[in-house]
């Protein structure tokens, strides 16, 4: 048995928490050589754009790899709103407070934070325009904007049509506007998410929501129905929910794939109707996840291609279509790695091991990256899956038989045991990032 194998079932056998540690030292420990001295000239300055789980964490990886390294942050929000455990918000078991984190640990970690937009980047002139009308010069940028939506992929879906139809798919006020919906929605009305094709921000994220709404509709409003309406004919930990749907929600959540007229190919927000192949379905709340590319700083800066998304090298994350730029987190073309909050935390400190030692003059080693991802099903009924990813053919590969999923027969003391330990990862995350 390999080393990773045997690392991931002692995670699964004991505690996830451990695999989560082991994680975070795996990457942070990757591809760091010694430090020569920079010599006389000034320190190297980093810009990162964008303060979320990437960009946050790459920060302070860096300052921590090495604090000669001039440091500036850009990111217009004083306060970050976390995605993961939004879904709990949207149901009423939890508050958007708990989802929110300031950046006074990064500004006394000693990285300047600009609190602004960046608006443009000049790859080879290595400089960043701000909203401001700043100008941030770089040795080296790292851009982790996370993702923008595809308005208009879906006809009728536009900006304004989320107002009506919330997609809840960057926390804030769109979370707590899908849940006011539910919350005025009166019992025996249909609710529908519409579930994007790959790729898209996490992909459990859809089928956990469609659980926490079916949890709330049995408590508080049990004559009503859930309707996903999918763009694909598979998804993520797809057995596990649907077995779980089976025995917690019969009857009151259905699922509908591609091949069974589940694409919504246009909507109308004026009477929250989703129109598909097959018919069409009048909403009471429609939650409209619609399709995603990367946050549209990236196109601006020339890193993404046609796809929408940013080809990077899987050894520095350094862009493949600009040299000097790196990108990490949802906006990265990672291969086999899943778009989440993890995810992002581990190629940040791949990525500033990275640029540390690129500005030192050395070679970066190839790194190994770790993922997991809970998905709660009911508050007390937790599953997960994990992989380990290294470089392989210019991509980023899953490690063969280092990952899986949690089992299908758990009892349900180890559906609990797995809820707790998602709670626990939020925390141990958001305090390594944040706190
Ligand atoms: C409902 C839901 C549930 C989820 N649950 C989980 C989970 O359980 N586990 C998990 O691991 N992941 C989860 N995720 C996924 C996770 O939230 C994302 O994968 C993660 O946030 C990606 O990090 P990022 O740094 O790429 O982007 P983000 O965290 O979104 O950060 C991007 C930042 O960039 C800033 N920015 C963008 N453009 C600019 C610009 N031009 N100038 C300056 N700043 C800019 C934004 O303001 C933002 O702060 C979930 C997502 C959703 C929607």
Redesign the pocket.
Known sequence: MNADRRMFLAATKADRRTFLKLGIAATASAALAPFPAYGQGANPRVVI???????ASCARALRQADPRIAVTL????AT?T??????EVIVGLRELSAQQFTYDRVVADGITVAR????AVDGPGRSVTLADGGRLPFDRLVL????DFRWGAIPGYDEAASAVMPH????GDQTLLLRRQLEAMPDGGLVVISAPANPF??P??PY??ASLIAYYLKAKKPHSKLLVLDAKDAFSKQRLFQAAWAELYPGLLEWVPLSKGGNVTSVDPATKTLVTDFGRHQAAVANVIPPQKA???AEAAGVADRSGWCPIDPVTFESKLVPGIHV????AIAGAMP??????NSQ?KTCAAAVATLLAGGTPSSPKLI?T???LVAPDYGISVAGVYVPSGGQLADVPNSGGVSPSDAPRPTRAAEATL?AA??RT?TGEVFG
């Open positions: 754009i964008g303060g979320g789980f990437g960009g850009v990111e217009p929000n970050f976390a995605c993961p455990f939004s879904n602004t937009t960046a608006t982790s904007p996370g993702i809840a798919w960057r926390a921000r996490c459990p994220g956990e929501r946050g549209r700083i990490i987190g949802d906006a778009k989440s909050a993890f995810a992002a940040a993922n991802c809970y998905s998602a990862w939020f995350i």
